[in-house]
């Protein structure tokens, strides 16, 4: 059958990120929603598709972080064969996934939120942003770039050139990695090194200059959900599910990530098309809880690398008693932690003689009906999950994506900055900028937030208790 | 669900700092910053990301996603649609 295209992708580029506040009788803030039209139906066009389609379809749908989606399909793929992949096809995967990481990492410091640390919150928005930045830190700027070119090199070393050709399968990886490649790879590793050593050294004196606003910037308890290895370590491949109070206590320990269904709900809201994931156990909404960098280095008992781990060390020392980061300013701090770890072990990886063998994909027919995959994502945990027939044939997918997964907390993030920024009747300065720079601590996956160079485009809204409109600002 | 939309290089400015295109996703252009595929050339097509150029793809790549994305758009179009249909509402 034909389909008839009917409208343009174009119509998802010009949308505006819309946020409405809700004050109560007594005028304070009551409510803070921010409201997310994105893309949906995707899952449903996946049915009918061959299983084998997937890493290449949702790499390339999902084209911010493919990398991360061709894994965490690949593993789909494992499940449904029931097959183990060969260990060099999983080293090579591992490695593939870090390099994700640090290309987005990467992006999300040095480009993307560096520009509100090093100009200022306040300054002049026309200078706030990447122009602004490599005006006054050209330097900082340009390692940034080199920086997210060596996680580019890996992936193209890897996949080739193209990263939307499926490089990854069920069963394993087409392409052994290609042996006269690995000295050029480790000749980064020096500058990466001190690239991310320098960044944290700017961070924690932007920790010192913003220590009157850090507290206001999404700083509630939560639970917080990710990957940890075996023993308890920071994963990003394999594992199994943690889920730790604000506290710091592990409510939840060795959860197998594909009985995700089990513990994590998904809940719809009308006024929003992006879902809201909940930890089971508590309920909606109480069962809030966080994913990503901060949540994966409060969860972890160590890092196996030695300059990660000692960053490490530093991070739980600023969560003090509660043993567990609250605060989603320090996104920024766990993200270059693993931005460090991520340098590091790629250098292990590359010294690691199984990752240059030559048995890298096993082959297997179709044993199971269903089958889940999961990684740890740049931005957090990423499932997919797929039920086929006999011949592989899609007849059920789910994905939960990490933006998702954090939604409840991105909206809690706004509400807690709208509390402290409404003044009375109307939107005080300067609210706009951190409202975006809250929501930027999570470093969202969002259609709104996509095209606008280095801005969100933002529409807020408020409202009194009878719902009429008192102020709005718009960008 | 993030949409990697890949939008046609239509011309660069080379004497600014970051280096700056001008991008058309079917139509609609954008400034972008090009400073993370500083290869690109007119013509080519890149994945953008906060206004930033994350990738660079040929046309034929480009022309895949593009179809896959209008494909899905379309059968969304479709269903709610029929979801008005069905609630009696014309």
């Known amino acids: 059958m034909v389909k008839t295209i009917t409208i343009e992708p174009v119509t998802r580029i010009e949308g505006h990120a819309k946020i409405t506040i809700h004050l109560d009788e007594q005028g304070t803030v009551s409510d803070a929603r921010f409201h997310v039209n994105e893309?949906?139906?995707?899952?449903?066009?996946?049915?009918?598709r061959l299983m084998w389609e997937m890493p290449g379809i949702t790499s390339r749908i999902c084209g911010i972080c493919p990398a991360s989606h061709l894994i965490a399909s690949a593993k789909a793929g494992d499940e449904i064969l029931s097959i183990r992949i060969p260990e060099t096809a999983e080293k090579l995967r591992r490695l593939m996934t870090l390099a994700q990481w640090t290309q987005s990492h990467a992006l999300s410091f040095f480009h993307l939120s560096s520009p509100d640390f090093l100009l200022g919150f306040d300054s002049d928005p026309v200078k706030r942003n990447v122009f602004g930045l490599i005006g006054e830190h050209k330097e900082f700027a340009r390692r940034g770039i080199r920086l997210r070119k060596f996680g580019q090199e890996v992936i193209e070393v890897l996949g080739g050139?193209?990263?939307?050709?499926?490089?990854?399968?069920?069963?394993?990886?087409?392409?052994?990695?290609?042996?006269?490649?690995?000295?050029?790879?480790?000749?980064?590793?020096?500058?990466?090194?001190?690239?991310?050593?320098?960044?944290?050294?700017?961070?924690?004196?932007?920790?010192?200059?913003?220590?009157?606003d850090?507290?206001?910037?999404?700083?509630?308890?939560?639970?917080?959900?990710?990957?940890?290895?075996?023993?308890?370590?920071?994963?990003?491949?394999?594992?199994?599910?943690?889920?730790?109070?604000?506290?710091?206590?592990?409510?939840?320990d060795k959860l197998d990530p594909r009985l995700?269904?089990?513990?994590?709900?998904?809940?719809?809201?009308?006024?929003?098309?992006?879902?809201?994931?909940?930890?089971?156990?508590l309920g909606y909404p109480k069962g809030m809880y966080r994913v990503g960098p901060l949540a994966?280095?409060?969860?972890?008992?160590?890092?196996?690398?030695?300059?990660?781990?000692?960053?490490?060390?530093?991070?739980?020392?600023?969560?003090?008693?509660?043993?567990?980061?609250?605060?989603?300013?320090?996104?920024h701090y766990a993200r270059l932690i693993e931005l460090l770890f991520s340098v590091e072990k790629i250098e292990q990886l590359l010294h690691d003689p199984s990752l240059f063998g030559s048995h890298i994909r096993a082959k297997a027919m179709i044993n199971r009906d269903e089958g889940v995959g999961f990684c740890e994502a740049p931005r957090g945990t990423l499932f997919h999950h797929y039920w086929v027939n006999?011949?592989?044939?899609?007849?059920?997918?789910?994905?939960?994506?990490?933006?998702?997964?954090?939604?409840?907390?991105?909206?809690?993030?706004?509400?807690?900055i709208a509390?402290?920024?409404?003044?009375?009747?109307?939107?005080?300065?300067?609210?706009?900028?951190?409202?975006?720079?809250?929501?930027?601590?999570?470093?969202?996956?969002?259609?709104?937030?996509?095209?606008?160079?280095?801005?969100?485009?933002?529409?807020?809204?408020?409202?009194?208790?009878?719902?009429?409109?008192?102020?709005?600002?718009?960008? | 669900m993030c949409l990697a939309i890949p939008g046609k290089?239509?011309?660069?400015?080379?004497?600014?700092?970051?280096?700056?295109?001008?991008?058309?996703?079917?139509?609609?252009?954008?400034?972008?910053?090009?400073?993370?595929?500083?290869?690109?050339?007119?013509?080519?097509?890149?994945?953008?990301?906060?206004?930033?150029?994350?990738?660079?793809?040929?046309?034929?790549?480009?022309?895949?996603?593009?179809?896959?994305?209008?494909?899905?758009?379309?059968m969304m179009e479709g269903e709610l649609k029929s979801s008005t249909d069905n609630s009696g509402i014309s």
């Open chain 1, 39 to 48: 893309f949906r139906g995707f899952e449903k066009f996946c049915e009918g």
């Open chain 1, 161 to 212: 050139r193209k990263i939307h050709t499926p490089w990854a399968v069920a069963g394993g990886v087409r392409e052994a990695f290609d042996a006269t490649k690995k000295e050029h790879l480790l000749a980064w590793i020096p500058e990466a090194r001190e690239t991310v050593l320098l960044a944290l050294e700017t961070l924690k004196k932007i920790h010192e200059r913003y220590k009157a």
């Open chain 1, 296 to 331: 994966r280095v409060n969860i972890c008992d160590y890092i196996e690398t030695p300059l990660a781990e000692a960053e490490r060390k530093c991070f739980k020392a600023m969560a003090g008693d509660a043993d567990a980061m609250n605060n989603s300013f320090y996104y």
């Open chain 1, 390 to 416: 006999e011949n592989g044939v899609l007849q059920k997918v789910n994905m939960l994506i990490a933006t998702a997964q954090n939604n409840l907390a991105m909206n809690r993030t706004v509400r807690q």
């Open chain 1, 419 to 475: 509390m402290h920024y409404v003044d009375g009747q109307s939107i005080a300065e300067g609210m706009l900028n951190r409202v975006e720079a809250g929501i930027r601590c999570f470093d969202p996956c969002l259609s709104c937030s996509t095209h606008a160079l280095g801005q969100m485009p933002l529409h807020l809204q408020l409202f009194d208790v009878k719902g009429i409109l008192l102020d709005e600002c718009v960008r």
């Open chain 1, 260 to 281: 995700y269904q089990h513990f994590l709900g998904e809940q719809s809201e009308p006024w929003s098309y992006l879902k809201f994931p909940y930890y089971r156990p």
């Open chain 1, 214 to 252: 850090i507290p206001n910037f999404g700083n509630f308890r939560s639970l917080f959900v990710g990957l940890v290895s075996e023993d308890g370590g920071l994963e990003y491949y394999d594992g199994t599910l943690r889920v730790m109070d604000g506290g710091g206590n592990i409510v939840a």
């Open chain 2, 9 to 74: 290089v239509l011309s660069i400015d080379r004497s600014t700092e970051p280096l700056m295109g001008k991008v058309s996703f079917g139509g609609i252009k954008k400034q972008v910053c090009l400073d993370w595929t500083p290869d690109v050339v007119e013509g080519e097509y890149v994945v953008v990301h906060v206004g930033f150029a994350i990738s660079k793809m040929d046309e034929e790549e480009a022309g895949e996603t593009l179809r896959l994305i209008r494909e899905v758009e379309g």
